[in-house]
């Protein structure tokens, strides 16, 4: 084939490519992928809690993106994976939550 012409890759190749996410159900899934990927959220839960530390907001005393992106991440846990308790061995990132939950913005944009 000469250069610069197109070729169409074969299936086996784009399945190759294709995460794994959209090839099977979540069901399908290996027991030893989930509890990698719950592993992770763990893992984000304590770095955030650690950078979080016992202050009122993650960097000082004014809102900042950092708290917008923490909040959004606490929000999607709860939408998506409720059985997920984080707010027992996290009490600072409830601490947080339960603040920003309180502003409007966070409020109006809350999924349901």
Not at 10 to 18: E, F, G, L, Y
Not at 40 to 55: I, P, Y
């Amino acid at each position: 084939m000469m250069a610069g012409q197109n070729r169409r890759p074969n299936r086996s190749a784009v399945r190759a490519m294709v995460p794994h996410r959209c090839l099977n159900s979540w069901a399908e899934r290996s027991t030893a992928w989930i509890d990698r990927q719950m592993g992770k959220v763990t893992d984000s839960l304590a770095a955030m809690s650690r950078g979080l530390g016992e202050n009122p907001l993650c960097s000082g005393i004014h809102l900042s993106l950092s708290d917008i992106a923490v909040g959004c991440a606490l929000g999607y846990l709860d939408f998506r994976f409720p059985e997920v308790d984080w707010r027992e061995p996290y009490p600072n990132l409830h601490r947080l939550y339960d603040r920003l939950m309180q502003r409007p913005s966070f409020i109006e944009t809350r999924p349901s």
